[in-house]
């Protein structure tokens, strides 16, 4: 993003009836954190603005059901929503606690007031519905139905499936969440806006920033509607009630007051660093602003704000992107609160977790599709990428400099063609990291996965480079090769900070460099002569492998046996040493591959494939590996 406008970035405000789980930790609060990351990165000044949104009917569904007050429900929820986001490595810049900011409710009223004052917004007589028992409103949580557009099931006032709205006496065989008999239709006066009337206005707004297609869709079908008038008050003892007389015992409906509480968290972010400029009631042409949410938040940030916006400040023309994404499922089927069909933030995040669930949630976060996660997943990432590839590597790394350059970083010596090969490489994937979290093509799922394609390729060039290592007539070769592969762990620290922050932090410090903060712009190089402290690093929760005759399978009960095989194999001499030389060391052929193998196999149990067989530290990682196996076949 080039621009010298603050850029305000804002994550949907959770609603506090519950904690936050995995499914939505993925979407707005890890997308919002990560771009604010890499911005500051590049030298933008940018925020992460969010809060509770204290005033939602689900709260007051919650209370009742706790025996609470609904003021003591948010509060409640709101600080375990804070301490899930600080456990995700995700600190927002405001975070406003709607029930209690300071003269948020004032500022609330004021803007409800220049609505009404636009002469749109009116209170209008419409159909709503009533518990046939109670006689109570329904609105939102306590009704459900079937959408009126698609049919899916849906609540009240908004379709999870389509994103379209209803409102309520549309629904299809409407239920009452207050009794079991169905509800009745009545009448209601309600301050009501004529959304019909503004298709241009939205589609001259989603014309000038970053808009999906997606959203622009929503819109095009929605204004397909003869007429949409949607009520922005409602009958309700919990929120802020409008000081207009027109309506009597009803609040600001929560959905049209986030539009004001995004910009009460400007002002309130700018009152904090001296920025007394920014005003809620006066919002400024040179503002950025960014909104992540989900695809059934749609409708409300993309199409009602703006309207709203353009009533409340018709002088202003917003500068808004938005980033979207899809419901994220686990195990095939949506995350559920009330079915207790979650795991819960605080039962998986953790200092040793932290790094392993914000990669493993950006590269499966639903981005234009929805997208599953699965513990086994999850724990197969954990094992087999992180550490099995990227720790691995790094240690692997780290104790190749201990063995040839005592620990420090050696100077390149004579460059290769494929040298320059790999180099180029690390700049293509230095490019798709940097495209993967730009604001135009802003795609978690592609960063973290070039940053792994980042890794495989370096332990590629290292197994490449590896069969001269301990060559003295190629030593300048192998020094350039070693500072390249030193080049690429430094890359990583630096491409993988907006999105596993503790993890760059602590490879910088193992690589002996400070935290990045700055964006690369070319391949580090690490300066000659830094000392390293690569090889027994943990970084991902797990023992790191262990080098050499330390290593962690010593006294795995296969190592005997595949002593006496490769010695067979490569008609080694009985006295040659082979625990901590990995197999290209020892002059393994194709061939000679292909035979290890079916021995593993016929002897064992075991498919392994050549890759795994040449990749492996050395040959007591290797005995260690296939013990594992071996005895997960047991199982």
């Not at 689900?58 to 375990?80: K, L």
């Not at 200092?351 to 981005?367: G, K, M, N, Q």
């Amino acid at each position: 993003m080039s621009t010298s406008k603050p850029i305000f970035v804002f994550s949907t405000p959770p609603t506090p009836n519950g904690d936050l789980h995995l499914g939505h930790l993925s979407g707005p609060y890890l997308g919002a954190d990560a771009f604010v990351r890499f911005q500051r990165m590049n030298g933008a000044e940018a925020w992460h603005l969010t809060g509770s949104d204290d005033y939602q009917s689900y709260v007051v569904d919650r209370a009742r059901r706790d025996g609470r007050s609904p003021a003591e429900t948010a509060a409640h929820y709101s600080a375990e929503i804070a301490e899930t986001l600080a456990l995700m490595d995700i600190r927002p810049d405001q975070y406003t606690v709607t029930n209690t900011a300071d003269a948020y409710r004032e500022g609330l009223q004021a803007f409800f007031s220049r609505l009404a004052a636009s002469g749109k917004v009116d209170p209008a007589a419409n159909e709503a519905l009533f518990d046939a028992v109670t006689g109570e409103y329904l609105y939102e949580v306590d009704v459900s139905g079937g959408c009126p557009t698609c049919r899916a099931p849906a609540g009240g006032n908004i379709c999870e499936e389509c994103g379209e709205p209803n409102f309520c006496a549309d629904l299809v065989d409407p239920r009452s969440g207050r009794s079991d008999t169905p509800p009745r239709q009545g009448s209601q006066l309600r301050y009501s806006l004529p959304l019909h009337e503004f298709a241009d206005a939205v589609a001259e707004h989603h014309a000038r920033g970053r808009v999906p297609v997606r959203l622009k869709e929503l819109a095009e079908r929605l204004f397909r509607r003869e007429r949409m008038d949607v009520p922005i008050t409602h009958p309700s003892a919990w929120g802020v009630p409008p000081v207009e007389t027109g309506v009597n015992g009803q609040v600001i409906w929560v959905w049209p007051e986030m539009s004001y509480g995004f910009l009460y968290g400007i002002q309130s972010l700018g009152a904090r660093l001296g920025r007394n400029g920014w005003h809620a009631d006066a919002p400024s042409p040179d503002w950025k602003i960014v909104h992540f949410f989900g695809y059934d938040n749609s409708f409300y940030h993309a199409i009602l704000y703006p309207v709203l916006y353009r009533l409340a400040h018709p002088e202003w023309s917003p500068d808004i992107d938005y980033h979207v994404n899809e419901f994220y499922l686990l195990e095939g089927e949506k995350f559920s609160t009330s079915r207790r069909h979650a795991i819960w933030g605080k039962d998986i995040l953790g200092p040793d977790t932290v790094d392993a669930v914000r990669f493993f949630l950006s590269r499966s976060r639903p981005e234009g599709r929805r997208t599953n996660f699965s513990r086994e997943a999850y724990e197969t990432a954990l094992r087999d990428d992180l550490v099995g590839t990227w720790q691995h590597w790094l240690n692997d790394l780290g104790a190749r400099v201990d063995k040839l350059y005592g620990g420090l970083a050696p100077a390149p010596g004579t460059w290769t063609p494929e040298h320059h090969a790999f180099r180029a490489r690390l700049g293509e994937r230095l490019t798709g990291v940097t495209g993967g979290l730009s604001p135009d093509g802003f795609s978690l799922n592609r960063a973290a996965g070039e940053l792994h394609r980042l890794v495989e390729d370096a332990r590629r060039f290292a197994r490449e480079e590896g069969s001269i290592a301990g060559s003295t007539r190629w030593a300048d070769q192998t020094r350039t090769a070693i500072a390249l592969e030193l080049a690429a762990a430094n890359l990583l620290a630096h491409c993988a900070a907006p999105v596993m922050p503790r993890f760059s932090e602590r490879l910088a410090a193992s690589l002996g460099i400070a935290a990045p903060t700055e964006w690369p712009q070319q391949i580090p190089l690490l300066p000659p002569e830094t000392r390293l402290d690569l090889a027994r690093q943990t970084f991902f929760g797990a023992e790191a492998p262990k080098v050499g005759a330390q290593a962690a399978g010593a006294d795995a009960p296969l190592l005997p046996w595949l002593r006496d095989l490769l010695r067979t194999t490569l008609q080694l001499p009985e006295q040659a040493a082979l625990d901590d030389r990995p197999l290209n060391e020892l002059g393994l052929e194709s061939l000679q591959t292909v035979a290890l193998q079916y021995q593993i196999l016929e002897e064992l149990g075991v498919d392994i494939s050549g890759e795994e067989l040449m990749s492996a530290a050395d040959v007591t990682a290797l005995a260690a590996l296939l013990d594992d196996r071996a005895e997960a076949m047991r199982i």
